[in-house]
């Protein structure tokens, strides 16, 4: 124990102060008001769902989380069931064998919800396109208010996409 | 040596050029049988089974085994009818053959005779039974309404037996595939998978591809081993067309390799002490491979090193200086996951999670065919970087981590040791780097050449089987990730535990879905 807590105590506080939004990563006009935008700036659940990717994606999400990014610390948090969720993350391409379940898990999303398709296979499909196994794009599936392109995007590009979301998109927030 | 082998298996070869040790023999499906007999006899593990579509060379379909023998990788390929491909199942001989011969049907719809696992594998609803997308008369676009797919997952009965469906969307930040569980109270009777739901048609692609073109899809087969995939797709080619990539290419691909296994060992580590509850290893353990991330961004341009490793060479050099950056930062990190080591080892909680839980005895790893470090904490001593120490392992010298007991403790023991060595790995390379140039030219391809790319991943041994066709473009590209082998063997590690510490036993060895579903 005595070890453990001089090492916490010697790693200090990484954590880095967040990036700003970035309206050019925006796909359609923010559809939510103020005041919903109000509360899911200080408490938003995401729910990550895998629609095919190669795992890339998957890896820099997983270094949001960690300590020099520090997701949480803004009050957003991964949650286990789209059910609790605000926001879906999504990677793609969407596999046609994913795609009934990228549909269920968005329809079991509880409005009002946001969604953000990242990496360049989210974006355009990529290098994967579409095809008799890939249905392309995320936004060929369900609506995306977002994209983060990058392969894979850094987290900070990530964070940047998440916060565009529930940016007010031009409006000046209160 | 290669010689004795093949004469024991009564086979005339041809040897495959490239970097590792391979030969090619054609057999009849009547010889299959007894010859895997033999190999199995012998110990030689299989380590892939995919079929291929001949009819635009004038033949009907292929099967094509690589078996890996004492003296390097046996290529064998069947021909087989255009009418009614089929051969018999070898999965009661190989029983890693099972999902792989079900794949094989779902794609080119080649038989495996009297398997009693008849289930489809790869196909779900995207395209209907009696069409096989990789057949070379299917054009990759095309596409179907969705269709109906049941799967009889096996059914457990009796008292207070239940099931619980799992994904394939999941809890947490993993990819997605299905988990049927049968318990009684909270402990797992039996677990059944169902994979493929990322099934993205990339041996399809290949086929639409030139050699060059397919580099960059190779190293998007499994994300987290970019690395592996691009070296075994790079030595495929490089074999295939007589392109002889630099020394110091193979030196530097050697380093991008350890890095990833480095990388990947430092994430699983922390995800292992967030699922016993001890966040702080998260915390620490991803601290430490960020600071790796970053600095390989730096130097590489790229975090995860993607597209690093070309055919005939590597994207970029690591120059002197840089070359001290990375082994200062690595020096720093070892140092900081020796203290972090220490705590995990002292850690009662942690300790009393991972001994003894999901335990896969060497007996059934062996008739399994377990691979990768997690075959060798199982007692299965196999290390492609020490089994075939090709240039530049040949003189880095690779020292092999083992276990016995074939639990989390002893994969995460395994995990530690590893990345020890990978780190010396990297410094001796770095210090043994030949000058001179990093990329030779890549040569041109006459049809029907074929290359091999066999590859240590961080996971286990990833393969590339690789068949030339007109205009330097590719016939066919097989693209083996070693879960195809691990998948069923997590199925026999939970069995007896409790659900909760699924996902514990799941992360000990963090397969790749993306790599098996292609």
């Known amino acids: ?174 | 040596m290669e010689e004795h082998r093949v004469t024991e298996l009564a086979l005339h070869t041809q040897p495959v050029a490239g970097a590792m040790p391979a030969f090619r023999a054609t057999v009849g499906a009547a010889e299959l049988r007894g010859l895997c007999e033999q190999t199995r006899a012998q110990k030689a593990r299989l380590v892939a089974l995919w079929g291929s579509d001949e009819t635009t060379r004038g033949g009907g379909y292929a099967l094509h085994l690589a078996l890996a023998l004492g003296s390097g990788l046996l290529w064998l390929t069947l021909p087989l009818a255009r009418e009614h491909p089929r051969y018999p199942s070898i999965a009661d001989i190989y029983p890693c053959a099972n999902r792989m011969q079900r794949a094989t049907y779902d794609l080119l719809g080649i038989h495996a005779q009297d398997s009693p696992d008849q289930r489809k594998w790869v196909r779900h609803r995207a395209w209907p039974g009696g069409v096989f997308p990789l057949r070379k008369a299917f054009p990759i676009g095309t596409s179907f309404p969705p269709s109906d797919d049941r799967y009889p997952f096996v059914k457990v009965e009796g008292e207070g037996v239940h099931e619980i469906p799992v994904g394939p969307v999941h809890a947490g930040t993993i990819e997605p595939g299905h988990f049927r569980f049968s318990i009684v109270g909270e402990k797992i009777l039996r677990l059944e998978e169902r994979l493929c739901y990322t099934h993205k048609g990339i041996e399809k692609l290949f086929e639409n591809m030139t050699l060059a073109e397919g580099a960059r899809l190779a190293g998007r087969v499994s994300g987290d081993s970019t690395v592996a995939y691009a070296w075994a797709y790079a030595m495929a080619v490089e074999g295939a067309t007589g392109t002889e990539p630099p020394s110091r290419a193979l030196g530097l691909r050697a380093i991008l390799l350890e890095l990833e296994r480095i990388a990947n060992h430092l994430g699983d580590l922390g995800y292992l002490g967030n699922d016993v509850a001890l966040s702080f290893g998260f915390f620490q353990f991803w601290r430490l491979k960020e600071d790796l991330l970053r600095l390989q961004g730096e130097l590489f341009g790229h975090r995860y090193l993607m597209d690093q490793v070309v055919p005939g060479g590597v994207a970029r050099d690591l120059p002197r200086d840089q070359a001290e950056r990375l082994l200062a930062r690595l020096e720093q990190i070892q140092s900081e996951v020796v203290a972090l080591k220490a705590i995990y080892d002292d850690h009662a909680g942690a300790q009393d999670r991972f001994v003894m839980t999901g335990q896969v005895l060497p007996e059934l790893a062996e008739k399994m065919g377990l691979v990768g470090f997690a075959g060798r904490a199982s007692g299965i001593k196999h290390d492609l970087r020490v089994d075939y120490p090709v240039l530049p392992y040949q003189q880095a010298g690779v020292r092999m981590a083992t276990h016995t007991r074939g639990d989390v403790a002893a994969r995460v023991s395994v995990r530690f040791d590893e990345m020890f060595e990978s780190m010396r790995l990297v410094r001796t390379l770095a210090s043994q780097l030949a000058p001179g140039a990093i990329r030779a030219p890549l040569a041109d391809c006459i049809p029907g050449k074929c290359g091999v790319g066999w590859v240590e991943g961080w996971r286990g041994e990833v393969l590339i089987a690789l068949e030339s066709a007109d205009a330097n473009r590719i016939h066919r590209a097989h693209a083996h990730d070693p879960s195809w082998q691990n998948w069923p063997l997590l199925e026999r590690a939970v069995l007896g535990n409790i659900v909760p510490d699924f996902p514990l036993i799941n992360k000990s060895f963090n397969l790749s879905y993306s790599g098996q579903d292609l």
């Open chain 1, 1 to 174: 124990m005595y070890r453990l807590l001089k090492q916490i105590a010697k790693t200090g506080i990484v954590s880095e102060p967040p990036p700003h939004p970035d309206e050019t990563l925006r796909q359609i006009d923010q559809q939510l008001g103020e005041v919903i935008l109000r509360h899911f700036g200080r408490a938003l659940a995401i729910r990550h769902v895998d629609a095919g990717s190669c795992n890339g994606c998957e890896l820099e999400i997983h270094s949001m989380n960690g300590p020099y990014y520090n997701l949480e610390r803004l009050g957003i948090k991964f949650v286990a069931s789209p059910r609790h969720a605000d926001l879906l993350l999504v990677t793609g391409p969407v596999s046609r064998n994913m795609e009934l379940a990228l549909k269920r898990t968005y329809a079991a999303t509880p409005d009002p919800k946001l969604v953000v398709a990242i990496g360049d296979c989210g974006c355009t499909g990529g290098i994967f396109g579409e095809s008799y196994a890939s249905s392309g794009r995320v936004s060929n599936v369900i609506p995306v208010d977002v994209a983060v392109p990058g392969c894979p995007p850094t987290p900070i590009a990530l964070m940047q996409g998440i916060l565009t979301a529930i940016s007010s998109g031009g409006r000046d927030r209160a």
